[in-house]
């Protein structure tokens, strides 16, 4: 069974900068193309970023010059720097495989909370 930890979140100030990970074990992980999503309160899950095996991403239109995805086949690892963070980034982040795919068990994700 996969698993999925997701780490790196916590309070910051509008305009700060936050690097979440995401470690991935029990599978070839380089054979995957994988995602960050993020939920907001009350809110459904929505995809930010995705990054495919030869390292090609794809970025929400809310996050594109502000968030990078990157990942590290040999740490089973992706990451997501987040910066100029706003109030509306506020969210539990989680990563997982990215969509129109058979999604594994989520992770516990990381809860980011942007606030002065």
């Known amino acids: 069974q996969v698993q999925l930890v997701e780490s790196g979140g916590g309070l910051v100030q509008p305009g700060g900068s936050l690097r979440l990970s995401c470690a991935a074990s029990?599978?070839?992980?380089?054979?995957?193309?994988m995602a960050w999503y993020r939920q907001a309160p009350g809110k459904e899950r929505e995809l930010v970023a995705t990054?495919?095996?030869?390292?090609?991403?794809n970025y929400a239109d809310s996050v594109k010059g502000h968030f990078t995805i990157s990942r590290d086949n040999a740490k089973s690892t992706v990451y997501l720097q987040m910066n100029s963070l706003k109030p509306e980034d506020t969210a539990v982040y989680s990563c997982?495989?990215?969509?129109?795919?058979?999604?594994?068990?989520w992770g516990q994700g990381t809860q980011v909370t942007v606030s002065s």
């Open positions: 029990r599978i070839i992980f380089s054979l995957y193309t």
């Open positions: 997982n495989r990215a969509p129109g795919t058979t999604r594994w068990d």
């Open positions: 990054i495919t095996r030869g390292g090609s991403t």
